[in-house]
Nanobody, 115 residues
Framework: VQLVESGGGLVHPGGSLRLSCAASGSIFSIYSMGWYRQAPGKERELVAQITRTGSTNYPDSVKGRFTVSIDNAKNTVYLQMNSLKPEDTAVYYC??????????WGQGTQVTVSS
């Protein structure tokens, strides 16, 4: 499975960004897709995960601000990020899993929230 991300960049605090991640290859095996992030000096952490049936999982730090969605026909997962904060600055990694945990990773896309 190959994952190609797009949509990162620089945004002011309070702004919005949308990330996209398209999967290709052995996509029949994929049950869930989503996003993790890793800030400098910190561990990689879950941002949002969604199953093909639409069940979602978010940590408290992004609930109400971030929305994950999936287009099963396009094998693409999206992350809409609103009300961005400087602490959201990180490299965001798309993932895909045969279950609810990641098995495959994208190359990462930088999101920087700064004035």
């Amino acid at each position: 499975v190959q994952l190609v991300e797009s949509g990162g960049g620089l945004v002011h605090p309070g702004g919005s960004l949308r990330l996209s991640c398209a999967a290709s290859g052995s996509i029949f095996s994929i049950y869930s897709m989503g996003w993790y992030r890793q800030a400098p000096g910190k561990e990689r952490e879950l941002v949002a995960q969604i199953t093909r049936t639409g069940s979602t999982n978010y940590p408290d730090s992004v609930k109400g601000r971030f929305t994950v969605s999936i287009d099963n026909a396009k094998n693409t997962v999206y992350l809409q990020m609103n009300s961005l904060k400087p602490e959201d600055t990180a490299v965001y990694y798309c993932n895909a899993g045969r279950g609810t945990s990641p098995n495959y990773w994208g190359q990462g896309t930088q999101v920087t929230v700064s004035s």
